[in-house]
C-alpha cells in the first residue's frame, strides 16, 4: 500500500497514552504515545501534550520528537502550521524513517531568522546528523519566520527530490538529491534546543501527491570542486580517539583488528563517515585511507576539509592536526566542511599509505580531499 494510513488528516484531539513496541522505545526518554485523531506519535521528546495555543487546538512539543510510526510515507506532501518564539530552537519534520537513526530531514533555526542557513536540509545517518557537510544553497535556504502566529510549512516529496514551501507559494528551498537511500517509512514532527520553549503544531497534513501535483524547484549551481577531488575512500571500523591522541608516530599495530569498506564521497565531494557508523555508539574516530604510488621522490599538496578533528599521517609520521569542530576556533565558528585546508605530502618513491584519523562529535562527521596534480602518481 502507497501509504498505510492512506491520505491521513491529523486534527488534534485528546491525548492517549499507548504503549509502544520496545524496539523502537529503546534509548528514547519517554515510553508513551499520543494519540491525534486515532493517528498513534510514539513520544521521544520531554514534552508532547494536546493544549490550546492561538486559538487551536495544538500539539505542544519540546526537547525532541514525536514519531508517525504506523505511516508509511513515499512520495507526498507534509503540511503543518507551527508557531513557536525567537529563540534558539529547531523545528521541523523528518521522513521516510527507517528507524530513529536513519531519516531525511528539514529543519527551521528560530534564532536565526532572514539569515541565509534558517532552513537546513540534511540527512541522519546512523543517528548522525550532517548538516556541517551540507551547506550550500541546495541544502539551506533564508527564510522570513513570524514569531507572533502562525508560519506554514510544506514538505513536497517526489523520487529523490524535494521542495519546502515556508509561509510562500513558491518553494524557499529545492533539494536536489536526498542524499540517503531510503525510499518510504515514518514520519516525525520535531521541536528542540536547550532550554528552548516549546513549538505548536497544528493542522498537521500527510497525504499523497495529487494529479498533476510534484516538485517544481530548479536546482542552484554548487560550489565547484577543486581538479583531482577524489572520489572513494578506504575507512576503518571505528575505534576511540583516545588511541590516536598525541600519537606523532603510529605504531604498525594500531590496524589490527580494524575492518575496512570503500565509501563514495558525495556530489560534494565529501565523505559523510557516519554512512558506516554511530560515533556515539561504536566509537569517535575512523581511519581514512589512501596509498599513494609515486614514480620519485616529491613533494606534493593535499587540498581537503573535515569535521571534526584530524590527525593525518604519511607513512606513519603525523604531517597535520587540526580542530574544526563547532564553536572550537571563536564562537560564530561553524566547523562547515570545504575544501580549506592543504599540506604538504613529502611523497618517497613507490608506496605511501596516507592514514587520516577522523574524529567525530557531532554535525558532521566527515573527509574530503583532492590531489590537483597527479603526475606521476597512482592513487588506490
Same mark, same amino acid.
Given at each position: 500500500?502507497?501509504?498505510?494510513?492512506?491520505?491521513?488528516?491529523?486534527? +488534534?484531539?485528546?491525548?492517549?497514552?499507548?504503549?509502544?513496541?520496545?524496539? *523502537?522505545?529503546?534509548?528514547?526518554? &519517554?515510553?508513551?504515545?499520543?494519540?491525534?485523531?486515532?493517528?498513534?506519535?510514539?513520544?521521544?521528546?520531554?514534552?508532547?501534550?494536546?493544549?490550546?495555543?492561538?486559538?487551536?487546538?495544538? +500539539?505542544?512539543?519540546?526537547?525532541?520528537?514525536?514519531?508517525?510510526?504506523?505511516?508509511?510515507?513515499?512520495?507526498?506532501?507534509?503540511?503543518?502550521?507551527?508557531?513557536?518564539?525567537?529563540?534558539?530552537?529547531?523545528?521541523?519534520?523528518?521522513? &521516510?524513517?527507517?528507524?530513529?537513526?536513519?531519516?531525511?530531514?528539514?529543519?527551521?533555526?528560530?534564532?536565526?531568522?532572514?539569515?541565509?542557513?534558517?532552513?537546513?536540509?540534511?540527512?541522519?545517518?546512523?543517528?548522525?546528523?550532517?548538516? @556541517?557537510?551540507?551547506?550550500?544553497?541546495?541544502?539551506?535556504?533564508?527564510?522570513?519566520?513570524?514569531?507572533?502566529?502562525?508560519? *506554514?510549512?510544506?514538505?513536497?516529496? @517526489?523520487?529523490?527530490?524535494?521542495?519546502?514551501?515556508?509561509?510562500?507559494?513558491?518553494?524557499?528551498?529545492?533539494?536536489?538529491?536526498?542524499?540517503?537511500?531510503?525510499?518510504?517509512?515514518?514520519?516525525?514532527?520535531?521541536?528542540?534546543?536547550?532550554?528552548?520553549?516549546?513549538?505548536?503544531?497544528?493542522?498537521?497534513?500527510? %497525504?499523497?501527491?495529487?494529479?498533476?501535483?510534484?516538485?517544481?524547484?530548479?536546482?542552484?549551481?554548487? !560550489?565547484?570542486? !577543486?581538479?583531482?577531488?577524489?572520489?572513494?575512500?578506504?575507512?576503518?571500523?571505528?575505534?576511540?580517539?583516545?588511541?590516536?591522541?598525541?600519537?606523532? @608516530?603510529?605504531?604498525?599495530?594500531?590496524?589490527?583488528?580494524?575492518?575496512? @569498506?570503500?565509501?563514495?564521497?558525495?556530489?560534494?565531494?565529501?565523505?559523510?563517515?557516519?554512512?558506516?557508523?554511530?560515533?556515539?555508539?561504536?566509537?569517535?574516530?575512523?581511519?581514512?585511507?589512501?596509498?599513494? &604510488?609515486?614514480?620519485?621522490?616529491?613533494? %606534493?599538496?593535499?587540498?581537503?576539509?573535515?569535521?571534526?578533528?584530524?590527525?593525518?599521517?604519511?607513512?606513519?609520521?603525523?604531517?597535520?592536526?587540526?580542530?574544526?569542530?563547532?564553536?572550537?576556533?571563536?564562537?560564530?565558528?561553524?566547523?562547515?566542511?570545504?575544501?580549506?585546508?592543504?599540506?604538504?605530502?613529502?611523497?618517497?618513491?613507490?608506496?605511501?599509505?596516507?592514514?587520516?584519523?577522523?574524529?567525530?562529535?557531532?554535525?558532521?562527521?566527515?573527509?574530503?580531499?583532492?590531489?590537483?596534480?597527479? %603526475?606521476?602518481?597512482?592513487?588506490?
Amino acid at each position: 500500500m502507497f501509504y498505510k494510513l492512506w491520505g491521513l488528516i491529523l486534527l +488534534l484531539a485528546t491525548v492517549t497514552l499507548l504503549p509502544i513496541h520496545a524496539a *523502537k522505545a529503546q534509548n528514547q526518554e &519517554r515510553t508513551e504515545a499520543i494519540s491525534l485523531s486515532g493517528q498513534s506519535w510514539r513520544i521521544a521528546t520531554r514534552k508532547a501534550e494536546i493544549t490550546e495555543y492561538l486559538g487551536r487546538r495544538v +500539539l505542544a512539543l519540546q526537547g525532541g520528537r514525536v514519531w508517525a510510526d504506523d505511516v508509511d510515507f513515499s512520495d507526498g506532501v507534509i503540511s503543518f502550521d507551527v508557531a513557536y518564539k525567537e529563540q534558539t530552537i529547531f523545528v521541523g519534520a523528518g521522513w &521516510r524513517a527507517q528507524d530513529d537513526e536513519h531519516f531525511e530531514e528539514v529543519y527551521f533555526r528560530g534564532h536565526l531568522n532572514e539569515k541565509p542557513d534558517a532552513s537546513q536540509y540534511t540527512p541522519v545517518e546512523n543517528g548522525n546528523s550532517a548538516w @556541517q557537510i551540507f551547506s550550500d544553497g541546495n541544502a539551506t535556504a533564508s527564510i522570513s519566520q513570524n514569531f507572533t502566529g502562525w508560519n *506554514k510549512v510544506k514538505i513536497v516529496v @517526489q523520487g529523490d527530490k524535494a521542495d519546502i514551501y515556508f509561509n510562500s507559494v513558491a518553494p524557499i528551498l529545492h533539494i536536489p538529491n536526498l542524499k540517503t537511500k531510503l525510499n518510504r517509512g515514518a514520519i516525525s514532527l520535531r521541536s528542540s534546543g536547550r532550554g528552548a520553549d516549546a513549538a505548536y503544531f497544528s493542522n498537521i497534513v500527510i %497525504r499523497p501527491l495529487t494529479a498533476g501535483e510534484g516538485v517544481i524547484g530548479a536546482a542552484k549551481p554548487a !560550489p565547484r570542486l !577543486p581538479d583531482g577531488t577524489i572520489g572513494q575512500w578506504d575507512i576503518s571500523s571505528p575505534f576511540d580517539e583516545s588511541q590516536v591522541k598525541d600519537v606523532l @608516530q603510529l605504531d604498525g599495530s594500531i590496524k589490527d583488528g580494524l575492518k575496512w @569498506q570503500s565509501l563514495n564521497v558525495e556530489t560534494n565531494g565529501i565523505a559523510n563517515l557516519a554512512k558506516l557508523s554511530n560515533p556515539r555508539k561504536e566509537g569517535n574516530t575512523v581511519f581514512v585511507r589512501l596509498v599513494v &604510488r609515486s614514480n620519485k621522490r616529491q613533494m %606534493r599538496k593535499l587540498q581537503f576539509g573535515y569535521s571534526d578533528r584530524v590527525r593525518v599521517y604519511l607513512n606513519r609520521k603525523q604531517v597535520y592536526g587540526g580542530d574544526a569542530g563547532w564553536k572550537v576556533r571563536d564562537y560564530r565558528f561553524l566547523g562547515t566542511v570545504g575544501f580549506f585546508d592543504t599540506v604538504g605530502l613529502d611523497l618517497k618513491a613507490g608506496h605511501n599509505e596516507l592514514l587520516v584519523a577522523v574524529s567525530e562529535t557531532f554535525g558532521g562527521w566527515a573527509w574530503a580531499g583532492a590531489f590537483e596534480d597527479r %603526475r606521476g602518481l597512482v592513487l588506490q
